[in-house]
């Protein structure tokens, strides 16, 4: 079973594998999380990572959104892999690789954050979130 501090010590090497010098990251206290880090890009775009027991989240400033992948399992490998599918995403948030497409629907213009990582586009909008398929 991994501790708070051993997913704090995952996160940091997610961030540290994956995460250009140039970006910013500060490590936050937040009630409820085993670690949370807080990315900010060379242009001022912020993002966020977080991780706890079963759940792994990425955050976005600008616009708020956010996509989160479940870890159902305590493994580390599990946890890892996620973290490391999200930090990709921020990185190509903070990197401008992304676009906002807006929709017209029946109550209005919905907005959706599509940003275009390694893995494929991740659509996130206010209430959902599509991830790209996972590679075998």
């Known amino acids: 079973m ?5 997913r704090r010590t995952l996160l940091e090497q997610v961030i540290g594998n994956t995460v250009a010098e140039e970006i910013q990251v500060d490590w936050l206290e937040s009630p409820g999380w085993s670690a949370h880090a807080r990315l900010e890009g060379s242009d001022g775009l912020v993002g966020y990572l ?12 600008v616009p708020h959104r956010s996509t ?10 599990d946890v890892r892999q996620a973290l ?5 995403v921020v990185v190509a948030y903070l990197s401008n690789d992304y676009e906002i497409e807006s929709r ?6 919905r907005t959706t954050l599509a940003i275009h990582a390694a893995d494929g586009t991740w659509r ?13």
Do not use: C, H, K
């Open 104 to 109: 017209r629907g029946i109550f209005g213009v």
């Open 68 to 77: 989160f992948l479940i870890t159902a399992s305590d493994d580390g490998d």
């Open 124 to 136: 996130i909008g206010r209430r959902m979130s599509q991830p790209p398929p996972r590679s075998p």
């Open 84 to 88: 490391e599918r999200l930090a990709r």
């Open 50 to 61: 977080l991780t706890s027991p079963e759940w792994q989240e990425a955050r976005f400033a």
């Open 2 to 6: 991994l501790s708070d501090d051993d």
